[in-house]
């Protein structure tokens, strides 16, 4: 096949080099999941037992047919069978289970997404309409399926570096893929993705950014011209995708992703340096959270503490069955006593925008403008109590602040500081200890809260500003759409001001201030954000000792002029040019 080159928004740094594996939108519904060698068999039979049972019932149904029935409703029986018979159903599912070691229900779903898309192509209108009944009996048989655990033979893989190399090169190819979605691939059975939408700060590219597998997004038509199973590089520094590379492309990229782990490994040394300018001046570096689990990679990356922990991840999907106060406490403490004492900052509830709760309702127009963050909580007072009280309980186990997303009104500020002092009520009430000067701060990501900022250093004890949506509301750029996120500008004078603006502000009230946006993770703007006098940086932990080796690498004497002269312009080229120019200059 001829090689052909897809350029996209790079996401996650890395090289992947793999297999594609398309996800069909449908594919996502169903738990996926890799079946090791020995257990194949055993889901084979999972699927086969599923179509049999079908196949009965449908028996049992045509069988218990009134005699008055319509003829129609045997002839719909019939179709039913026929095609649960037929072995585009009954034998090529258990091939891909076999060839891909896919579980039943993905295997099921991947079939007939490929047998809707042949049919979409058939001319003659009954034909074509007859993908309904197909994706009826499949239905039907995955509701089987679903009801059935996996065999114990047949339970998921747990993979690992030295597993079989074809399960260990999986890259996933799909239209779109929901942050949610991308948390379920935790056990890093794939090694990279590549989608035909999304923007390079979604909500899903923070999550592949914070697993660490290369990743390109807004690859316009990846799923469509990428195939099942052909060999795709993902260059997640470039956004580009190379699809059946010639074998000198894929050696040069086996090169330089042998050089970046080699760098990697050369930079795990830092682990235990103090990150400090090379003219004394302390920095501190926090890790981006989105489960307790990743506490584990923040302290490998010698991380000074939490400085976000997403909280929406735990609820995300959870509609139905939301995390009680309980569950929440678990989740809190495990991250308050896995950082041992570092302190560990809880963010409240950010859901709404590109983060669903529920991601089948969609109702607001714009939802990045509509009901989210703590507006959603203010508007839902027992789920928001829930989770302060949850919070609180966690905090007589170490140290850790509560920070409150996208708040922009004053009445927000005091309906919250509300919220808390009641929450601490109800704890002294029910005698159950916490830390009753726990730190609270707001996230600064909205331009009215940056542009009224003695509202907030009044009251609050920190701030953090979010520079994803700091970014997108001064903009007035959807950070999630890939048709204008060339639009999507850090380096935007405005956007520039507002952070230079917000960091000053926090330090004439002698409050901490942080970035935890993406860029406090972007080491070429390392420099530019201490030169503006951040001191704070919170990031995703893979990011973590590139930017304390650029810290050390710097020197304040030098920063500061640069970045002096970088404020005062108002020209995007200018700045682009000498923020580069910043990062690119050798410390004194
Ligand atoms: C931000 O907006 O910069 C931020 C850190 O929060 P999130 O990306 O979760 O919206
Ligand atoms: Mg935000």
């Known amino acids: 096949m001829a090689s052909f080159t897809l350029h996209g928004i790079p996401v996650s740094r890395g090289i992947a080099i793999g297999r594609a594996h398309l996800l069909a939108p449908a594919a996502l519904d169903v738990k996926h999941y890799l079946v090791a060698e020995e257990h194949v068999e055993a889901e084979v039979l999972r699927l086969q037992t599923a179509l049999a049972t079908v196949h009965r019932e449908l028996q ?18 019939d179709v039913h069978a026929l095609i649960l018979s037929d072995p585009m159903i009954s034998e090529a599912p258990l091939d891909i289970i076999r060839s891909r070691h896919y579980n039943a229900e993905w295997a099921l779903v991947t079939q007939i997404e490929e047998l809707s898309a042949q049919f979409d192509e058939i001319e003659d209108t009954y034909l074509r309409e007859r993908k309904v009944d197909i994706q009826q009996v499949a239905e ?52 990279g993705f590549v989608t035909d939408v999304g923007g ?55 090169d330089r992703q042998l050089a970046a782990q080699r760098a990697r490994k050369k930079l795990s040394k830092l682990k235990k340096t103090p990150a400090v300018t090379q003219d004394g001046t302390a920095v501190t570096l926090l890790a981006n959270i989105e489960l307790p689990d990743d506490c584990g990679p923040a302290l490998e ?68 403008l509509g009901l989210r963050a703590i507006r959603y909580c203010l508007s839902e007072p027992q789920l928001f109590l829930t989770q302060l009280r949850a919070i609180l309980r966690a905090s007589a186990f170490g140290k850790l602040r509560i920070l409150i997303p996208m708040m922009a009104h004053a009445h927000e500020i005091d309906q ?62 959807d950070r999630v759409d890939y048709e204008v996120a060339h639009l999507y500008n850090p380096l935007h004078p405005a956007v520039l001001q507002l952070i230079a603006m917000t960091i000053a502000a926090g330090h004439k009230a002698g409050i901490d201030v942080a970035v935890c946006g993406e860029m406090a993770g972007d080491v ?61 200059t050798p410390p004194l």
């Open 60 to 77: 049992t149904l045509w069988n218990e047919l009134p005699k008055d029935a319509p003829t129609e409703l045997g002839a719909f029986i």
């Open 140 to 191: 039907r048989v995955l509701k089987k399926l679903m009801g059935s655990e996996p065999l114990a033979a047949a339970r998921p893989a747990t993979l690992d570096a030295d597993d079989d190399e074809v399960m260990a090169q999986m890259v996933v190819v799909a239209h779109d893929i929901s942050p949610a979605d991308m948390l379920k691939f935790r056990d890093r059975s794939f090694i």
């Open 200 to 254: 390079q700060n979604s909500h899903t590219a923070i999550v592949a950014r914070s697993l660490d597998i290369p990743a390109a997004v807004g690859v316009a038509q990846a799923s469509t011209l990428i195939e099942q199973d052909d060999w795709v590089i993902i260059d997640g520094d470039a956004g580009v995708v190379i699809v059946s590379p010639s074998p000198l492309v894929l050696q040069q990229y086996r």
């Open 301 to 368: 990356a010698g991380a000074n503490g939490v400085g976000l922990f997403r909280s929406e991840f735990l609820f995300m999907g959870r509609a139905a069955d939301m995390p009680s106060e309980d569950e929440q406490f678990e989740q809190y403490k495990r991250a308050v006593t896995a950082m041992k004492g570092r302190p560990v900052v809880i963010r409240t509830l950010d859901i709404g925008a590109d983060k669903p709760l529920d991601p089948t309702e969609h109702t607001a127009l714009n939802p990045a």
């Open 416 to 477: 919250t500081l509300a919220m808390i002092e009641l929450a601490k009520a109800e704890l002294r009430e029910a005698n159950v200890k916490f830390d009753a000067v726990v730190d609270v701060g707001a996230m600064i990501e909205i331009p009215a809260a940056a542009l009224a900022l003695p509202m907030f250093v009044r009251k609050l004890d920190f701030l953090s500003i979010g520079t994803n949506d700091l970014i997108q509301y001064t903009l007035a750029i």
């Open 524 to 584: 070429k703007l390392t420099r530019l954000l201490l030169g503006m006098g951040l001191r704070e940086f919170s990031m995703h932990p893979a990011q973590l000792l590139s930017v304390k080796q650029e810290i050390l690498n710097s020197d304040m004497n030098l920063i500061l002029p640069q970045t002096r002269k970088i404020m005062r312009s108002m020209d995007p080229d200018v700045i682009a040019d000498a923020v580069a120019a910043l990062h690119a």
